[in-house]
């Protein structure tokens, strides 16, 4: 006997808006917010290392304060809200050029 999963269609799961942990990155260092950018553009651990000329250690220590102060419980999570943060901002910059 063959039974059927129910699959939820996308268009029954909220779509996460990430709106608190957005809040929260104000809340960030500055080298944790530059790693916050490099998170959101799909960067590694050993490429933001170089970029950034510290140990892989370092940037280690710069991702789990960044899931801890914006509260979230991965990596992926953090470069989620960090794509939303940068679409945000640059939604934000477009709309006051066009309004300057």
């Known amino acids: 006997m063959v039974t059927r999963l129910s699959v939820m269609?996308?268009?029954?799961l909220p779509e996460p808006t990430w709106s608190r942990e957005l809040r929260r990155v104000r809340l960030l260092s500055a080298r944790e917010a530059e790693t916050f950018a490099l998170l959101g553009?799909?960067?590694?651990?050993?490429?933001?290392s170089v970029?950034?000329?510290v140990t892989e250690r370092t940037v280690k220590a710069h991702v789990a304060r960044i899931l801890e102060k914006?509260?979230?419980e991965s990596?992926?999570?953090a470069g989620l809200v960090a794509l939303s943060y940068r679409h945000l901002n640059e939604s934000t910059v477009s709309?006051?050029?066009k309004a300057g």
């Open 75 to 77: 990596r992926l999570q």
């Open 70 to 72: 914006l509260q979230v």
């Open 95 to 97: 709309s006051e050029k």
């Open 51 to 53: 970029r950034m000329q």
């Open 9 to 12: 269609s996308t268009m029954d």
């Open 41 to 48: 553009a799909g960067w590694s651990n050993r490429s933001i």
